[in-house]
């Protein structure tokens, strides 16, 4: 069996927006967007690891709500699971505190908007879902070539 270590991704929802983060670095992903969240360390589940990435990377306190159905691999020998999530009352807006430069909330017809790195395409088109009757098209935009 190959060793592979999760990383968690948050479909952070407010109503029927979706958070997309600007990735800052490393240079080949800076740019592009995500959904945020970080690899689960030893000895942790992955609902804490989303809440605690959340709160390390956006400065708020969130609670995962449920994961949304699905794998997708990344780069050997990440995995990626996302967790729909909702921040917790009292908590701060979100503020791109580490690994990003820049935040959306992004309506249903907005979620195509951005460059959404490809690995979490399939994820966050799985993640549109649980936005409602409302959800957009579930197939990205074409992408412009990168210069």
Same mark, same amino acid.
């Given at each position: 069996?190959? *060793?592979?270590?999760? #990383?968690? @991704?948050?479909?952070?929802?407010? @109503? *029927?927006?979706? %958070? ?5 670095? $490393? ?12 690899? +689960?360390?030893?000895?942790?589940? /992955? ?12 400065? #708020?306190?969130?609670?995962? +709500?449920?994961? #949304?159905? @699905?794998?997708?691999? %990344?780069?050997? /020998?990440?995995?990626?699971? #996302? ?8 908590? /701060?807006? $979100?503020?791109?505190?580490? &690994?990003? &430069? ?17 690995? &979490? ?6 993640? +549109?879902?649980?936005?409602? /009757? ?5 197939? $990205? ?7």
């Amino acid at each position: 069996m190959t *060793d592979r270590t999760v #990383v968690v @991704g948050a479909a952070l929802l407010d @109503g *029927d927006r979706l %958070l997309a983060a600007r990735r800052s670095a $490393p240079p080949e992903l800076a740019g592009r967007w995500e959904l945020p969240g970080g690899k +689960v360390e030893p000895g942790e589940r /992955p609902q804490e690891a989303l809440v605690r990435e959340l709160r390390e990377e956006l400065g #708020v306190a969130a609670e995962a +709500v449920e994961r #949304v159905p @699905g794998e997708w691999p %990344l780069k050997p /020998p990440y995995v990626l699971h #996302v967790w729909t999530a909702r921040l917790r009352p009292g908590s /701060p807006a $979100p503020a791109p505190l580490e &690994d990003h &430069d820049a935040l959306r909330w992004l309506t249903p017809d907005e979620i195509w908007d951005v460059d959404w790195l490809d690995q &979490d395409v399939p994820a966050v088109r799985e993640a +549109v879902r649980r936005l409602g /009757p409302t959800a957009p098209r579930l197939r $990205p935009r074409p992408r412009a070539p990168r210069r």
